[in-house]
Nanobody
Framework: QVQLVESGGGLVQAGGSLRLSCAAS????????MGWFRQAPGKEREFVAA????????YYADSVKGRFTISRDNAKNTAYLQMNSLKPEDTAVYYC???????????????????WGQGTQVTISS
């Protein structure tokens, strides 16, 4: 079992920045790829970013590419999502998730993740 706890959400103005953290406990954090997803009211959960277990590869949704950066610190059992140049359309609940699959085929597929956090609200005002 892996327990994931997100933090760092909040209310910021458009153009601002936030850094989300995802603290993991339980089984070895470094065994898992980590992903960030978001869900806005009335919309499906969508992929934001993912990072391999080693940190060697990262993946981004087109909507956040160039503005968001995913990273991880395996020594601290924590994954991060640095969000810059935030837009009102980035408003959503953000979830981190852990995936045991070793490959890139399913990094954007929420059903292929094994563990999820409870989510943190991000609200961007215009």
């Amino acid at each position: 079992q892996v327990q994931l706890v997100e933090s760092g959400g909040g209310l910021v103005q458009a153009g601002g920045s936030l850094r989300l953290s995802c603290a993991a406990s339980g089984r070895t954090f470094s065994m898992y790829a980590m992903g960030w997803f978001r869900q806005a009211p009335g919309k499906e959960r969508e992929f934001v970013a993912a990072i391999w277990w080693s940190g060697a590869s990262t993946y981004y949704a087109d909507s956040v590419k160039g503005r968001f950066t995913i990273s991880r610190d395996n020594a601290k059992n924590t994954a991060y999502l640095q969000m810059n140049s935030l837009k009102p359309e980035d408003t959503a609940v953000y979830y981190c998730a852990a995936q045991s699959y070793r490959g890139s085929s399913y990094v954007a597929v929420p059903q292929k993740y094994d563990y999820w956090g409870q989510g943190t609200q991000v609200t961007i005002s215009s």
